[in-house]
């Protein structure tokens, strides 16, 4: 596992909060709050891969 991983996170938490902020602003609570979910879901889907790997290698390591 690299930094990458945690790059891409950040990098997408810092577009998501400043879009979020932008669309507060200016009056489009619901497109704030649907882009949010959104950004909540493509870090979830990013994660999961690599939960997988991680879950696959402790199998290896323990013998399960």
Same mark, same amino acid.
């Given at each position: 596992?690299?930094?990458? #991983?945690? !790059? ?6 810092? +577009?998501?909060? %400043? ?6 602003? @200016? ?7 649907? #882009?949010? !979910? ?6 979830? +889907?990013?994660? %999961? ?6 879950? @696959? ?8």
């Amino acid at each position: 596992m690299d930094i990458s #991983l945690i !790059l891409k996170v950040a990098g997408i938490g810092m +577009l998501v909060s %400043v879009s979020c902020q932008i669309l507060s602003k @200016s009056g489009k609570d619901e497109q704030a709050l649907l #882009l949010t !979910l959104t950004g909540m879901v493509v870090v979830l +889907l990013m994660l %999961v891969g690599q939960l997988g790997d991680l879950i @696959s290698t402790l199998r290896a390591v323990f013998g399960l």
